[in-house]
């Protein structure tokens, strides 16, 4: 029987990697759960009203996204629309023209990763680099993250420390303390000489405007403490009510991504730098893009514009554990791609209509979604649009036949008592598909239809 | 990009139309989020230098302290916010010398910043970074020693506190310990772009 | 679901018994210990004999027409008001929430006093409960008399998330004399069998399993168990065929064993 491209992905995965990616994953999970639990009395409350919360954000958008506008316009901060990728790109581009301006310096965001916001610069003679460590590495590898919070997951240190050699950062050497080094002098230069810094967002308030970015590294203090130019990217679902939200949604991001109370570092952005201070931006600009997010508040899924960007998901999920983000072909894997992935590519839906399959709907991931986001359910809603968009589907058996049998209960009754000769059949001659694939890897237990009604209608004869 | 805007407001509108009811928006007490070791909590310093070891920076009472960390370490060259120097500069012996002007062109010439926080919170070792309280960005950002000093009043216990207490200012920093990563597998590597050493001098 | 919502038994104890269609093919010792359980609490059981499956294998694999199909004939196969008590977490979980979801598209927005099918469907929901939650948080057993000396590995299925069964399947098991729970590392972790799921993604479906077959083994229990067949069909069928069996039981089998053991049954 055919069987799905995620499951052959995983089926050929390197174990090194393998083990990589659920060594890395089980531990985020483990700190997780262990600086939740000691820190809070009842973190699931936290969660379910984290989730209330930005649910009445993503469904009253058409209120919050003109104000959010407004807060920023009267700060002195430059706001643009981009409805698609291609418009995204074009605005970064055209604000950097607008200031003769040809090196960016990046700091992490999903965002441009969907876009290919990075690809397209170069193409237009911008040299755009990478500053999150684990970005860059895959930038100087050409390679992909493979994981939203932790992107080279998927790489040890000797396949970074050749890659450096090969990009000219000095002769081999994989002493993790050297790789970062190297890392920091290189992109010191960078961050000096850029004209422009571009951020993504990880909040931004309603109340007062402000954007919220969270890291470890002090990439994005560097992209907006050097150069004069600052250009932040942020999905439309983004924001946040009230600035106080902060305090319940500071706590709980870092703490499920990483098991860290806070990153080292929360930056709070509301304008240009102050008339005093000579470090920073000069100009700032917001480029809101929606890049088919309209399409899935529109969707039955609409939940999963809830999603804060933890990675929690990821971290907990057996199947990404064993697959890897790779896997998933597309900017975000892991359960929250799963669903977010397939809607995004709008049109293209039935490319990647095998996501949503790829789980057991064991329900891990919304224990842990700081959100509370229902992603079985949501998973499910998609199986179903699939199905009847005629999306094919390997290694699925058809069930038409089952609901037959499991409507018409003499039918079903015959079968229970015919099916004994499955007992009595060689595994190759058994007429289901999907049992012969089962029976490859599995000892089938012996078939005794109608034991169970025949000793009950017995016993009550007594 | 005007007729974006329009296009993405009217495709939320469209979206959101056939809603019978929106989802309401919750309150929430801040005392749900103050962490354990932090309630009922009398002195803020103490908890605050114990949170800041956590996450291995180093908090200090007294500017001879500070002398005495960056001399036993070799650091002997850096900058100083020229606000802050006149409290500072009598406990610092000629062999550290100490620029009150950056000079960005010579970046790796500072191996420490001192440079003013506006506010400490305790329960998370942080200190509070803001663009008018900081003389210049990079020289709290590029050195590999960054000092905040923060006196005993500016501090609170928790993060709703601390939201409560933004200023409005264009650019603030919470940071928390020195910069890291765990990019590469997984080990915990400090000093990234930021700071490898994050001191707090409390001053009175 | 909140509590007060759901529909607890009458004084004369009346249950109708789902017994799964796996127990129907396969485990008829469950279905059967589950009558004899039930029975010695003081309950009632009557076997509606036109039942066949909740209609979950054609749901979570995204036939939903075919699955509605299933989930209408189980309404009118489980017609009446009495609690419907199932020994299966999965099962259970279909019937109350799985079900609503299967039909929020069609008919009627349910509780408006109509017969549309959503309000049928709730009204079945709020009967059905899972076998262990039934017997601890309905009936309020919270000891179990009987014996069974041996030691087990405790496997919760996925669809309890959420529920009070894996806690009630804790509570009524550690109280038996002479039976030990030994510790599985990774437990919340699921055994990989997902229905279709192990047919259409084996690799992975199969290092589930056997990554959650190397932390049972490691606890050396002498029996396997669980409150859903499905999982211990897999993670059984996994050991089995790589020539290491393992023991499985249902944890109903094991409390009607205890009883037996006590002369009790």
Known sequence: MATQPIDQFAKRLHPDTKAAVYDGSKQGHDKRTQVLF???PDPDRLRRIAGEIKQHVVENLDTYLPQVEARLQAHGVTVHWAATAEAANAAVLAIMRSRGATRMVKSKTMVSEETGLGPFLEKNGIECVETDLGEFIVQIDHDQPSHIVKPIIHKNRRQIAASFERHGLGAYDDDPQTITRRARQHLRGKYLAADVGLTGANFVSAESGRLVVVTNEGNSRFCLAAPACHIAMVGIEKILPRDRDLGLFLNLLARSGTGQQLTVYTEFISGPR??????????????????????????SCRDILRCIRCGACLNVCPVYRQASGHAYRSVYPGPVGAVLSPLLAG?????????????????????VCPVDIPIPDLLLRLRDRAKQEGVPSPGTPPMGVWALLASRPAAWRAALFGGKLINHLPVTLVPVPALRSWAGNHALPEWRGGAFRTWLKDRRTK | MNTDRESILSRVRGALAPLPYRAALPDWEAELVVIRQARGMVDAWTLFAERLRGVNGIPLTAVADLVALLVENGWRHGYCDPALW???????????????????ARVDDYQFGITRASLAI????????????????LAALAPWVHVAVVTR???VIDVPQAVA?????????????PS????????????????????????? | MNESARVFPDAARRVQLMATCLCDAFYDDVARATVEVLEFLGCTVEFPDGQTCCGQPAFNGGDWPSSRRVVRHAMRAFAGDVPVVVPSASCAAMARHGALLAFENEGDQGDQGDQGDQSEIRALGRRTWELADFIVHALGVTTWPGRYEARVALHRACHARGTRSSEAMQTLLGSIAGLTIVPVGEGEQCCGFGGTFSVSFPNISSSMGALKLEHIRAARPDILVSGDMSCLMHLCGLAGKAGEPIKGLHFVQLLRDALQNNGVL
């Open chain 1, 38 to 40: 000691d820190h809070f």
């Open chain 1, 274 to 299: 102050s008339p005093g201070q000579p470090d920073g931006p000069e100009e700032m600009h917001v480029i809101f893009v929606d890049n088919g997010r309209t399409d899935v508040l529109a969707s």
């Open chain 1, 347 to 367: 049109e293209d839906f039935a490319t990647l209509a095998d996501l949503p399959r790829a789980s057991t709907l064991c329900g891990a991931c919304h224990e």
């Open chain 2, 86 to 104: 006149p409290n500072l500069a009598s406990a610092f012996p000629a062999t550290i010398t100490v620029e009150t002007m950056f000079d960005r």
């Open chain 2, 122 to 137: 305790a329960e998370t070792g942080t200190v509070v970074l803001t663009d008018t309280g900081t003389s210049r960005r």
């Open chain 2, 153 to 155: 009043d500016e501090m």
């Open chain 2, 165 to 177: 207490a933004l200023p409005d200012d264009p650019n603030i920093i919470w940071c928390t310990g």
């Open chain 2, 180 to 204: 890291k990563t765990a990019d590469v597998e997984g080990i915990l590597i400090e000093g990234v772009h930021g700071p490898g050493v994050q001191a707090v001098l409390l001053l009175d």
